[in-house]
């Protein structure tokens, strides 16, 4: 199979970047006062908001946001908003709110490529849940206009891919900065003999699986069902070139600077600290590189895990959380973690983040991650929905 990443047809505003480009669904979902604030500030402008269904709305009645997805979709198609950039890659930098950089290659998944269950060229990172799929495919079903805030990985140690490509040599099409002091983004426009490189080098990575999806599975996996179920009604020419084969996807390479693993802790409500630290030693304790901390209001005690690809760890502590019974909430911060412990309402299983190594060899390895294993990036430095593609015919 040849060019699982590929040039597609990008849209892009044709002004206003700073109010058209939107955080991804899947951030402050516990937080509608963030996204309020953003639909605020926007107004009646065009924007990548008004095309996704931010998960923070999940709980109200799906129906009206899906019809003005719809309708905002087909809107901004048929009314000028875009500038077209035909067989195009868009090379990207963004500058984190860190002060760090990380550069990606916007362009399309072959959908075909892609399994979420199996070893295949594009693979996913986690376990798929079935329920997270139905609202993402709906909106997947009714637009006319997709972005995307799925954020691929290549395991490129040598850095001859998308390190490689020199801006200087192509058009920038943008340059400005992000809402809510996330940083700032750049773009440049690769077309051509350059674009058909890159492709061909992705396809030449080694192993089978090439491309791990990072950010955005849930996302992938709803627009690989919706496109296994469009398919078989189409014919052999139609199935090469129809735009639900394809899915909008932002490339990075796991060894860029920019690209940082962060541990997803554990708060454990209810459970006995001195049980908790035996049943975690029980399951992985031993002399490898990772280590882990059980803490509670009383004290803390670390210890080292064996030599086991993280995935694996991360699943054992799941399942001696699970014979414990213990109510489990699923932390990102340290700080917040350590006011819960201090606070005696649960006991802390401090993670270790993961090495960059062992993120493809646990995925070809073993499969897929367990549910909560890892967080690319805090909030404001992922992808923001910004490039767009036609999704009707």
Same mark, same amino acid.
């Given at each position: 199979?040849?060019?699982?990443?590929?040039?597609?047809?990008?849209?892009?505003?044709?002004?206003?970047?700073?109010?058209?480009?939107?955080?991804?669904?899947?951030?402050?979902?516990?937080?509608?006062?963030?996204?309020?604030?953003?639909?605020?500030?926007?107004?009646?402008?065009?924007?990548?908001?008004?095309?996704?269904?931010?998960?923070?709305?999940?709980?109200?009645?799906?129906?009206?946001?899906?019809?003005?997805?719809?309708?905002?979709?087909?809107?901004?198609?048929?009314?000028?908003?875009?500038?077209?950039?035909?067989?195009?890659?868009?090379? *990207?930098?963004?500058?984190?709110? *860190?002060?760090?950089?990380?550069?990606?290659?916007?362009?399309?998944?072959?959908?075909?490529?892609?399994?979420?269950?199996?070893?295949?060229?594009?693979?996913?990172?986690?376990?798929?849940?079935?329920?997270?799929?139905?609202?993402?495919?709906?909106?997947?079903?009714?637009?006319?206009?997709?972005?995307?805030?799925?954020?691929?990985?290549?395991?490129?140690?040598?850095?001859?891919?998308?390190?490689?490509?020199?801006?200087?040599?192509?058009?920038?099409?943008?340059?400005?900065?992000?809402?809510?002091?996330?940083?700032?983004?750049?773009?440049?426009?690769?077309?051509?003999?350059?674009?058909?490189?890159?492709?061909?080098?992705?396809?030449?990575?080694?192993?089978?699986?090439?491309?791990?999806?990072?950010?955005?599975?849930?996302?992938?996996?709803?627009?690989?069902?919706?496109?296994?179920?469009?398919?078989?009604?189409?014919?052999?020419?139609?199935?090469?070139?129809?735009?639900?084969?394809?899915?909008?996807?932002?490339?990075?390479?796991?060894?860029?600077?920019?690209?940082?693993?962060?541990?997803?802790?554990?708060?454990?409500?209810?459970?006995?600290?001195?049980?908790?630290?035996?049943?975690?030693?029980?399951?992985?304790?031993?002399?490898?590189?990772?280590?882990?901390?059980?803490?509670?209001?009383?004290?803390?005690?670390?210890?080292?895990?064996?030599?086991?690809?993280?995935?694996?760890?991360?699943?054992?502590?799941?399942?001696?959380?699970?014979?414990?019974?213990?109510?489990?909430?699923?932390?990102?911060?340290?700080?917040?973690?350590?006011?819960?412990?201090?606070?005696?309402?649960?006991?802390?299983?401090?993670?270790?983040?993961?090495?960059?190594?062992?993120?493809?060899?646990?995925?070809?390895?073993?499969?897929?991650?367990?549910?909560?294993?890892?967080?690319?990036?805090?909030?404001?430095?992922?992808?923001?929905?910004?490039?767009?593609?036609?999704?009707?015919?």
């Amino acid at each position: 199979m040849q060019n699982i990443f590929r040039a597609a047809n990008i849209l892009l505003p044709k002004r206003d970047f700073e109010t058209f480009v939107s955080l991804a669904c899947d951030q402050f979902t516990s937080d509608v006062s963030y996204w309020d604030g953003r639909y605020r500030a926007v107004g009646g402008a065009p924007s990548a908001m008004k095309l996704i269904f931010p998960e923070a709305y999940l709980a109200e009645e799906r129906g009206p946001r899906l019809d003005a997805i719809e309708k905002n979709s087909r809107r901004y198609l048929e009314s000028g908003v875009f500038e077209e950039y035909p067989d195009s890659f868009i090379l *990207t930098e963004r500058v984190l709110t *860190t002060g760090g950089t990380r550069r990606g290659l916007v362009g399309v998944i072959d959908l075909e490529a892609y399994d979420y269950e199996r070893d295949a060229p594009v693979a996913a990172s986690e376990r798929t849940v079935a329920e997270r799929l139905p609202a993402r495919r709906e909106v997947r079903e009714r637009q006319s206009v997709e972005t995307s805030h799925v954020l691929a990985l290549i395991d490129d140690r040598e850095r001859g891919i998308i390190e490689s490509a020199d801006e200087t040599k192509f058009e920038k099409l943008y340059d400005f900065a992000l809402p809510s002091d996330a940083g700032t983004l750049r773009g440049w426009r690769v077309t051509g003999d350059s674009a058909a490189a890159l492709s061909r080098k992705i396809d030449a990575l080694p192993g089978g699986t090439k491309i791990i999806i990072g950010d955005g599975n849930h996302s992938l996996a709803a627009a690989k069902t919706l496109w296994e179920q469009i398919k078989p009604t189409l014919g052999a020419a139609e199935r090469e070139t129809h735009p639900l084969r394809f899915a909008l996807a932002e490339l990075c390479n796991v060894y860029d600077r920019g690209v940082e693993f962060f541990p997803i802790h554990r708060a454990a409500f209810g459970a006995d600290s001195d049980a908790l630290t035996a049943a975690v030693y029980s399951a992985v304790g031993g002399q490898g590189d990772y280590e882990i901390g059980i803490s509670s209001k009383s004290g803390a005690t670390f210890f080292r895990c064996y030599e086991k690809p993280l995935g694996e760890i991360i699943a054992r502590v799941e399942n001696a959380l699970e014979i414990l019974a213990a109510e489990v909430d699923y932390i990102h911060d340290e700080f917040e973690l350590s006011v819960l412990v201090m606070s005696g309402k649960a006991a802390g299983v401090y993670m270790p983040a993961m090495s960059k190594s062992d993120f493809f060899e646990t995925v070809r390895k073993s499969g897929v991650f367990p549910k909560k294993s890892f967080s690319i990036g805090h909030a404001l430095d992922k992808r923001f929905c910004l490039e767009c593609r036609r999704l009707a015919l």
